[in-house]
């Protein structure tokens, strides 16, 4: 490997002696490369991204083969389209310049490759525009296992008077091919991640938000694009993307009139310019994205092991199981109710007990939705003996003791909007619109930022035996007006970022000062799932929808980017479904309860806390094994998935019935299981079986890993066996 990186030094020194040479940059993982080349004007284009070569001596000559110098036509293959010059495409930064001027050009400078450690090399490219000012930073981040590409980039205002960045994307994209299929994802309040496959046409296809907050409500920044074909699971070129960004974002796929995809991804530009003062640099969020060649499968388990090695908080450690009371008492309780639920969680075996909503506001009491907001002191009534009393209770019961907050967000029916309404994101003269009865407080401003830092500051300094945070967002922004902002003579379109990046530097402290207390990212249901936010939390809430029919889709799509150690799911009353359904689909991921336990049946009991007890033999496998789709309930009656463990000896595989018709045999076939070691002798066993019924599979019989892939298991789902989880143990292991 090392010659390699001295070959990559030598080409930048290059670059830096013959400036209109052509320069070759290739940046490779263990299977894809993507190569960037200067061209004779000393532009820096794309030139293939795909599979890569093991001879790396013949990048250079890869452009050769494509014949894209049309000169009548604008060149669509830049690696950072700028826009106001010879471009005419979409472009990926747009600056206006202190005079006005919107012309921009960018030039190749010189590069750098760092490795970073044996998996992880950096490449950074230096673009500068040789009229005015301006200095663009390419970044190239390669996790070289995983097959993982981290791509941002940085903009540089050397000039001596501010300029305005109009659009300032992360990641400009270009591949090559003829058509493209995109799977995208729209939803609602209990109805995230739906997803649509369509084929691109021609023209620009944008994803976008412009809810500010919450922002992914109606479409996350999450997307896959599959090429010639759609990908299925073990098959077909894929690129598999999200934006690592907790605010508006926009992507634009554009087929290009040679039938190639442009893809440019980033902050949305809308309401969104940013001034840039001299020697500033303003820094994008990054594009996290894997190419795979054996379809989604392969393409959601390197997003994965990047995840839960390089991105989510502690993505290799445990999660807390947990009982909450958001289902069970709404805002109604007090602290013999809680007390009771304490109990109740340490009776059924689950770690933690969390208080959500309704513990705070004195003046205005957090009874309902519409007050109390912003005024993060214990409710007196309720809680007469503070939160400190109930962590001991807690503790004493045999569980901690985790809390919901939702600091960025106000009623105007508190204190926090009587005391400070220049704190608020409002229009002066205009009317206030709220979501779910509140507004967003304005992070612009660095005061209501340490404010918010200090909840959570004062909160677990006081009570440093807290152990879990639910952070809520509930209200998108109207109005998008920062009275602070106004105050500074700063423009109000920096509203939408400097929000985004007061909240990174807030989670950034907490996240620091309190390193082991776990959090968990929630919006409403799934309102905001993405890796930039995933840098500060262990794990996001999905939805609020716990449907349990409606999670097996909800929870699937999911895991197409977000690895099941990070997926936050709870049985609750919210279905009729059987409680065995409920629980088999919250064990795909970090199990919890949100029930009234006084109403479960004496066998529905038993069986919770069974499960509690099984789900502690498989909870390692699932958050750290290899996930593997079997059968799609899009496509089938059942939904199958499997979590292998890396060594192949131990995998757990869950099957639900996945729609409601009147079947007499759902499940003829078998289910084909994946990831084993076809040499290996398995144990098929089903476990989490309810109180009184018989497994179909006891265990006894052995069967090959072979088989079990080749051939396959049935798990005979039916409607009396809605839901059915199989352990599948290699017969050395108990
Ligand atoms: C929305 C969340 O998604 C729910 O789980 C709950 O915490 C409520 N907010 C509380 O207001």
Same mark, same amino acid.
């Given at each position: 490997?090392?010659?390699?990186?001295?070959?990559?030094?030598?080409?930048?020194?290059?670059?830096?002696?013959?400036?209109?040479?052509?320069?070759?940059?290739?940046?490779?993982?263990?299977?894809?490369?993507?190569?960037?080349?200067?061209?004779?004007?000393?532009?820096?284009?794309?030139?293939?991204?795909?599979?890569?070569?093991?001879?790396?001596?013949?990048?250079?000559?890869?452009?050769?083969?494509?014949?894209?110098?049309?000169?009548?036509?604008?060149?669509?293959?830049?690696?950072?389209?700028?826009?106001?010059?010879?471009?005419?495409?979409?472009?990926?930064?747009?600056?206006?310049?202190?005079?006005?001027?919107?012309?921009?050009?960018?030039?190749?400078?010189?590069?750098?490759?760092?490795?970073?450690?044996?998996?992880?090399?950096?490449?950074?490219?230096?673009?500068?525009?040789?009229?005015?000012?301006?200095?663009?930073?390419?970044?190239?981040?390669?996790?070289?296992?995983?097959? +993982?590409?981290?791509?941002?980039?940085?903009?540089?205002?050397?000039?001596?008077?501010?300029?305005?960045?109009?659009?300032?994307?992360?990641?400009?994209?270009?591949?090559?091919?003829?058509?493209?299929?995109?799977?995208?994802?729209?939803?609602?309040?209990?109805?995230?991640?739906?997803?649509?496959?369509?084929?691109?046409?021609?023209?620009?296809?944008?994803?976008?938000?412009?809810?500010?907050?919450?922002?992914?409500?109606?479409?996350?920044?999450?997307?896959?694009?599959?090429?010639?074909?759609?990908?299925?699971?073990?098959?077909?070129?894929?690129?598999?993307?999200?934006?690592?960004?907790?605010?508006?974002?926009?992507?634009?796929?554009?087929?290009?009139?040679?039938?190639?995809?442009?893809?440019?991804?980033?902050?949305?530009?809308?309401?969104?310019?940013?001034?840039?003062?001299?020697?500033?640099?303003?820094?994008?969020?990054?594009?996290?994205?894997?190419?795979?060649?054996?379809?989604?499968?392969?393409?959601?388990?390197?997003?994965?092991?990047?995840?839960?090695?390089?991105?989510?908080?502690?993505?290799?450690?445990?999660?807390?199981?947990?009982?909450?009371?958001?289902?069970?008492?709404?805002?109604?309780?007090?602290?013999?109710?809680?007390?009771?639920?304490?109990?109740?969680?340490?009776?059924?075996?689950?770690?933690?007990?969390?208080?959500?909503?309704?513990?705070?506001?004195?003046?205005?009491?957090?009874?309902?939705?519409?007050?109390?907001?912003?005024?993060?002191?214990?409710?007196?009534?309720?809680?007469?003996?503070?939160?400190?009393?109930?962590?001991?209770?807690?503790?004493?019961?045999?569980?901690?003791?985790?809390?919901?907050?939702?600091?960025?967000?106000?009623?105007?029916?508190?204190?926090?909007?009587?005391?400070?309404?220049?704190? +608020?994101?409002?229009?002066?003269?205009?009317?206030?619109?709220?979501?779910?009865?509140?507004?967003?407080?304005?992070?612009?401003?660095?005061?209501?930022?340490?404010? +918010?830092?200090?909840?959570?500051?004062?909160?677990?300094?006081?009570?440093?035996?807290?152990?879990?945070?639910?952070?809520?967002?509930?209200?998108?922004?109207?109005?998008?007006?920062?009275?602070?902002?106004?105050?500074?003579?700063?423009?109000?379109?920096?509203?939408?970022?400097?929000?985004?990046?007061?909240?990174?530097?807030?989670?950034?402290?907490?996240?620091?000062?309190?390193?082991?207390?776990?959090?968990?990212?929630?919006?409403?249901?799934?309102?905001? +799932?993405?890796?930039?936010?995933?840098?500060?939390?262990?794990?996001?809430?999905?939805?609020?929808?716990?449907?349990?029919?409606?999670?097996?889709?909800?929870?699937?799509?999911?895991?197409?980017?977000?690895?099941?150690?990070?997926?936050?799911?709870?049985?609750?009353?919210?279905?009729?479904?059987?409680?065995?359904?409920?629980?088999?689909?919250?064990?795909?991921?970090?199990?919890?309860?949100?029930?009234?336990?006084?109403?479960?049946?004496?066998?529905?009991?038993?069986?919770?806390?069974?499960?509690?007890?099984?789900?502690?033999?498989?909870?390692?496998?699932?958050?750290?094994?290899?996930?593997?789709?079997?059968?799609?309930?899009?496509?089938?009656?059942?939904?199958?998935?499997?979590?292998?463990?890396?060594?192949?000896?131990?995998?757990?595989?869950?099957?639900?019935?996945?729609?409601?018709?009147?079947?007499?045999?759902?499940?003829?076939?078998?289910?084909?299981?994946?990831?084993?070691?076809?040499?290996?002798?398995?144990?098929?066993?089903?476990?989490?079986?309810?109180?009184?019924?018989?497994?179909?599979?006891?265990?006894?019989?052995?069967?090959?890993?072979?088989?079990?892939?080749?051939?396959?298991?049935?798990?005979?789902?039916?409607?009396?066996?809605?839901?059915?989880?199989?352990?599948?143990?290699?017969?050395?292991?108990?």
């Amino acid at each position: 490997m090392k010659h390699t990186i001295y070959f990559y030094i030598l080409l930048l020194i290059s670059a830096t002696c013959a400036a209109q040479e052509k320069i070759t940059i290739p940046i490779e993982t263990s299977e894809n490369v993507t190569i960037l080349q200067t061209d004779e004007d000393n532009r820096l284009n794309i030139v293939y991204f795909g599979k890569k070569l093991s001879d790396t001596s013949a990048y250079p000559a890869v452009s050769k083969q494509f014949l894209r110098s049309d000169p009548d036509n604008s060149i669509t293959n830049n690696a950072y389209t700028p826009s106001g010059t010879w471009n005419l495409s979409e472009p990926a930064i747009q600056i206006k310049q202190p005079n006005g001027d919107h012309s921009l050009e960018l030039k190749y400078i010189s590069h750098t490759i760092e490795m970073v450690d044996d998996n992880v090399w950096l490449t950074s490219i230096v673009l500068r525009d040789p009229v005015f000012p301006v200095e663009v930073k390419l970044f190239y981040k390669a996790y070289r296992r995983e097959n +993982v590409m981290e791509q941002w980039s940085s903009i540089r205002n050397a000039g001596k008077k501010p300029v305005m960045l109009e659009k300032f994307a992360s990641a400009n994209l270009y591949i090559a091919g003829g058509k493209f299929f995109l799977r995208q994802y729209h939803g609602g309040w209990a109805e995230e991640m739906v997803p649509e496959e369509t084929e691109l046409t021609s023209g620009i296809k944008v994803l976008d938000s412009k809810l500010g907050t919450r922002a992914d409500l109606f479409q996350p920044p999450s997307f896959v694009v599959s090429i010639d074909q759609p990908a299925t699971e073990n098959n077909g070129e894929v690129i598999m993307a999200s934006l690592a960004w907790t605010g508006n974002f926009k992507i634009d796929l554009e087929k290009d009139s040679y039938q190639n995809l442009r893809l440019i991804a980033g902050i949305n530009p809308y309401a969104a310019e940013y001034e840039l003062k001299p020697s500033e640099t303003f820094e994008t969020p990054a594009l996290i994205y894997t190419l795979s060649h054996q379809g989604k499968g392969t393409g959601s388990r390197n997003l994965h092991a990047w995840a839960t090695k390089y991105r989510l908080r502690d993505g290799k450690g445990k999660r807390l199981t947990l009982l909450n009371n958001w289902e069970s008492t709404y805002f109604d309780f007090d602290e013999p109710k809680l007390k009771g639920l304490f109990k109740n969680a340490s009776d059924l075996g689950v770690d933690m007990f969390l208080l959500d909503d309704g513990w705070f506001g004195n003046k205005y009491p957090r009874n309902n939705d519409v007050a109390g907001l912003g005024d993060w002191q214990e409710n007196k009534l309720k809680l007469p003996h503070g939160l400190g009393y109930l962590v001991k209770e807690a503790t004493a019961a045999g569980i901690k003791f985790g809390i919901w907050v939702e600091p960025e967000m106000v009623n105007p029916k508190s204190e926090l909007y009587e005391k400070h309404r220049d704190w +608020v994101i409002r229009h002066p003269d205009r009317k206030e619109y709220y979501f779910r009865n509140q507004l967003v407080l304005d992070l612009a401003n660095p005061e209501v930022s340490s404010f +918010v830092f200090g909840i959570i500051d004062s909160m677990l300094t006081k009570n440093p035996d807290i152990a879990f945070i639910k952070w809520d967002c509930n209200a998108v922004i109207y109005n998008a007006y920062s009275a602070y902002l106004a105050k500074n003579k700063m423009p109000q379109s920096m509203l939408y970022v400097s929000y985004v990046k007061a909240l990174y530097g807030i989670m950034e402290k907490i996240k620091n000062k309190f390193p082991s207390t776990a959090m968990m990212l929630c919006s409403g249901g799934g309102g905001r +799932v993405d890796y930039g936010a995933l840098k500060y939390f262990t794990e996001y809430w999905p939805s609020d929808n716990t449907d349990p029919l409606e999670r097996v889709f909800i929870q699937w799509e999911n895991s197409y980017f977000f690895p099941a150690i990070a997926s936050c799911n709870h049985v609750t009353d919210w279905s009729p479904a059987p409680l065995k359904f409920k629980i088999d689909v919250a064990m795909m991921g970090k199990l919890g309860f949100d029930i009234v336990m006084n109403k479960l049946s004496p066998e529905d009991l038993l069986f919770a806390k069974k499960a509690v007890e099984e789900y502690r033999t498989i909870s390692d496998v699932v958050w750290h094994g290899d996930l593997y789709r079997l059968s799609d309930p899009f496509k089938k009656n059942i939904a199958a998935l499997m979590y292998v463990s890396p060594d192949k000896t131990k995998s757990v595989v869950f099957n639900y019935l996945a729609n409601t018709r009147y079947q007499t045999n759902v499940s003829p076939e078998p289910i084909r299981l994946n990831g084993l070691d076809p040499e290996k002798k398995y144990r098929v066993k089903e476990i989490n079986v309810y109180p009184g019924t018989m497994p179909a599979l006891n265990g006894e019989q052995l069967y090959s890993g072979e088989f079990l892939m080749n051939i396959g298991i049935n798990p005979a789902v039916n409607r009396s066996r809605a839901s059915v989880v199989l352990s599948v143990t290699e017969l050395s292991l108990p």
